[in-house]
């Protein structure tokens, strides 16, 4: 069994470049260009077919660590989502 998806994927949704996942489950963080934004996933089941993760800073996508200085990513919103979930 493998672990459920953790971190960027390309949206399956084809709306945006890359969603990211938490837990198996589609998140409202988005990327396109680069840019970090929030958009919540459609309100339908996944398309068929596998995620394919995303590699920006030669990490496995699961990876929380700090993009390179010089890509001009900041990882901040994605740290502000998780800082506003319920916590258990």
């Known amino acids: 069994m493998s672990a459920p998806a953790q971190g960027w994927y390309k949206d399956p949704y084809l709306i945006h470049e890359d969603r990211y996942f938490s837990a198996g489950a589609a998140t409202k963080l988005v990327r396109d260009g ?3 934004a929030y958009d919540p996933p459609p309100d339908v ?3 068929e077919g596998d995620l394919v993760p995303v ?3 030669g990490e496995p996508s699961g990876s929380h660590a700090e993009p390179p ?3 001009g990513l900041s990882w901040r919103p994605v740290f502000d989502y998780f800082d506003q979930l319920p916590k258990a």
């Open 34 to 36: 680069g840019q970090v």
């Open 69 to 71: 200085a010089d890509t």
């Open 55 to 57: 590699y920006t800073t």
């Open 45 to 47: 089941s996944l398309p």
